[in-house]
């Protein structure tokens, strides 16, 4: 879930985001409770500002505002929006976190790169779209930067190398593919000599892109084969390298995205067990790529709505993270929490009616949620739960003997389970073969096969509606027909969320 920042708003709304937020399985009622102030050192935090102009904005006169994206882990990046003025002018300001950062602005400024308390101006031309002008501070650096990025020197981020191809292929192929890069990147050098940090973070984008290109493949091997493959874990390494150099881009959070899929999977599938954050940290073995990893964790925790479990682990987060940007983010994103957990009813309403105005008690619905609308009106009074898996998923499988442990302590009176397989890559054949493999049937949980009780196109923008980006995901809703939980965090075999159901069934 992305955070969306309105920077013409009063400076306080920039700490509440537009992320859809609800009370997590992991905290009780807040208001029995107290907890500790998080705070973090405020390193880097001085804020730059972008100002700028569209010209010849009668070529695409619907543009009404611009997006500037600030790069996080996957669905976590934050959004600034700001209207284009009627003269073509726009401005935002924004903390940095960091000694020297990229972002962008959406479609017209992939790579910008600032420091904190720059102030830069930017020139888009919607005529020539592809070479906006950067002036002010960081000028140069930004220049030479997008000769490279935005001047045919530099490649596609994505390799598009098939993910089904052999071992032995897929290597002669990324090699191939990245040789070319290293021979565009010279060209580009020997013409502009650019400064040393350009040299160095050219060379660097190429290397981010090559190992996470690896990351992708590894981790789509073991979702095809259902077996650990570690041929990459001695990159780790080499990739942690990546996280030593100063300059931060989008390429890193990505590559620590598939390396909490690639490196847990394996160890499900080797050892049939969902491994802790220590077991994972243990297999890396490396320092960087660890505070990475811890931080992507705790933003998992804090965007499945928990507060308690980062101020109870305080010093443990902080003897283990201690790059400044990383706990920018976290406070940051901890504050917004905070905000969100004191009115989860709006969420709610939110996710399952789309825009809602709190003063009115008008919902309105959609036409493709009726399916879930239905199990809402059949289910009135009771708790339901939603499981939302694929028969390619391993982690999806690993939690269906917890699914049906959960399933057996409580009344279907008082909790209903639907099994929600996606049914697009999945087969109604490979469904059923599942089903049957794991004794889904006869155990009061209703299986559903998303293509023919919900319609594929139905279910497509459900899935966006709700957020759902990645399977399994999960919705707890209570007996007053409100989404109180959801994410991957709430899944069966998360022993938090058996409180939490114990609490809300008793409610």
Known sequence: MKHCLFVFLPIFILFISCRQKVQSNFQPDISNQTETVYDFPEEYAEEIIITGKVLNREFYPQEKELTLIIP?????????????????????????????????????????????????????????????????????????????????????????????????????????????????????????????????FTEELLKQDYYYTILVYASQCQYRTRKEFARYHTLLPEINKLYKKGILSARLFDIVDWIENYIPTGMVLKNKEYPTIDDIMSEIGENELNQYLYTKVTANSLEANDTISLSRKRSQFDSIVKIPHLQGQIAQMYRQTKAFLENPRSVSDNLLYGKYNESSNTLTPMSYMESIYKILEENRGKVIYLDFWATTCPLCLAEMEPLKKLRSKYSTQDLIIYSICSGGNDTKMQWELC??????????????????????????????????????????????????????AARPSNPNLLLRIEEIVKQ
């Open 435 to 488: 089903l049957d493999k794991y004794s889904m049937k006869n155990h009061d949980i209703e299986c559903v096969y998303a293509a023919d009780y919900i319609g594929l196109e139905n279910y497509q923008k459900i899935t966006k509606q709700f957020k759902i980006n990645r399977l399994p995901y999960y919705i707890l809703i209570n007996r007053k027909g409100q989404i109180i939980d959801y994410g991957a």
């Open 72 to 200: 996080f882990f996957r669905d976590m990046e934050n959004q600034y929006r700001t209207p284009i003025q009627e003269d073509g002018s726009f401005y935002f300001t924004f903390p940095v976190y960091a000694k020297i950062r990229e972002v962008s602005i959406r479609n017209y400024a992939e790579h910008l790169y600032v420091h904190p308390g720059d102030s830069i101006h930017l020139e888009i031309d919607f005529k020539d779209m592809f070479h906006p002008k950067v002036t002010g501070d960081a000028e140069k650096l930004n220049q030479e930067i997008l000769a490279f990025t935005e001047s045919g020197y530099y490649y596609m981020r994505d390799y598009g190398i098939r993910h089904d191809l052999s071992v032995e292929d897929f290597e002669a192929e990324l090699k191939k593919e990245y040789n070319t890069r290293l021979e565009r990147r010279a060209e580009y050098l020997q013409k502009y000599n650019p400064m040393q940090d350009v040299v160095m």
